[in-house]
């Protein structure tokens, strides 16, 4: 099946990559052959939002480079100059032809080197050029033209969502390219990630906080549990999940146990005790929590570790295990993709379980496996 468009052209600040922004993107990279995105930088977004914690440009447009063909900057709370720099320099795209009512319509001056696109909701016709003239006749006799018919002469669309109807650089876009609209995706926003009175931001703000914590102290971590799934699955953290999930490996522990926490505004909730090698107790969860909520972070640690891959969360570039989704499928089952409430099982995740599972092939030979420490 052929591609709908050849371009789609589209801007935004993508702070905080959410399912939001990966919907809008997977959907417009599905409907044409090259999506060109216009990224606002920093200094635009301030005016436009007028907030100051934006992710770095460079991360912002990183983290899009999969869904793109190619990006420009947005150097203005105004995109209009910004939109027409590109489009001037990269595509070949002339003001479309407006093409009148009436049942025949002879259009002068028109090279026939051009393969035009029209746009109407209604209009059936065909055309043909002749000594650089266009003709246009209409084919459905029974109806008129009722919504007047445009020519393009060339495949390109601008989309967004249907939440920003009058963009500003619409003036400009309608001028030269068919606007269509995209049904805006409730329920997740960079200000709600931003938002520390809510679940949502609170969950992400800790994970942020835990991964600069576990990095600054050389602890080697990864997404895990209810965490990870909702990152492979759902592109997001989960609303209704009771904690955040991160794991390490158990030599990590002496290490993990040694960090003053509250150097970082966390409180240490919980410190659980399971196994005792040479008569050492060796730690198997450590929690700690923000001064915000009453929401955690878990931070385990197993047996084995397994070699890391990594995924966009929120923005954030996060490790998770390689081949994540045969990971997931050990923990909740091959129907993890329902959604279900199911959550892993204690003893499965932390001890001979996941370690002896169908993922074995996947841990990293440079960590211990404890196998002494299995049951």
């Not at 966390?266 to 196994?275: A, D, H, P, Q, V």
């Amino acid at each position: 099946m052929s591609k709908l468009y050849k371009y789609i052209f589209t801007i935004g600040c993508f702070d905080r990559l959410h399912k939001g922004h990966i919907k809008i993107l997977s959907t417009l990279k599905s409907k044409c052959e090259k999506l060109i995105v216009g990224i606002h930088n920093n200094e635009s977004i301030a005016k436009i939002k007028n907030i100051t914690d934006i992710q770095d440009f460079a991360i912002r447009k990183e983290n899009i480079k999969s869904y793109v063909f190619d990006t420009f900057d947005i150097y203005d709370a105004d995109p209009t100059s910004a939109i027409r720099d590109y489009i001037e320099k990269n595509i070949k795209i002339q003001m479309p032809i407006h093409i009148g009512p009436s049942d025949s319509n002879i259009i002068n001056n028109i090279k026939d080197e051009y393969e035009l696109y029209f746009q109407s909701e209604t209009a059936t016709f065909k055309y043909e050029y002749l000594n650089n003239t266009l003709i246009i006749k209409r084919t459905d006799q029974d109806s008129g033209w009722i919504n007047e018919l445009i020519a393009y002469k060339e495949n390109c669309c601008y989309i967004c969502g249907n939440d920003n109807i009058n963009f500003p650089g619409k003036e400009y876009i309608s001028n030269i390219m068919p606007i269509e609209y995209l049904d805006y995706t409730p329920g997740i926003s960079s200000t709600m990630l931003r938002n520390l009175n809510g679940k949502i931001g609170i969950y992400n703000f800790l994970l942020k906080k835990v991964k600069l914590i576990l990095n600054e102290h050389n602890i080697p971590f990864y997404l895990d549990c209810g965490t990870l799934l909702g990152c492979i699955r759902d592109n997001a953290i989960m609303e209704h999940d009771t904690d955040i999930d991160v794991t390490t490996h158990l030599s990590m522990w002496d290490k993990l146990k040694a960090i003053d926490f509250t150097k970082y505004d966390l409180i240490i909730t919980r410190i659980e005790y399971k196994r005792v090698k040479s008569n050492v107790k060796i730690g198997d969860i450590l929690s700690v929590k923000t001064k915000y909520g009453k929401y955690y972070c878990d931070i385990y640690l197993i047996p084995a570790f397994p070699i890391l891959s990594s995924a966009i969360l929120n923005g954030e570039t996060y490790p998770v295990p390689i081949e994540p989704e045969l990971y997931i499928t050990q923990l909740y089952g091959n129907n993890w993709k329902i959604p279900s409430g199911k959550h892993a099982s204690w003893t499965f995740h932390r001890y001979s379980g996941l370690v002896k599972s169908p993922y074995k092939k996947n841990w990293n030979m440079n960590y211990e496996i404890f196998t002494d420490l299995l049951y």
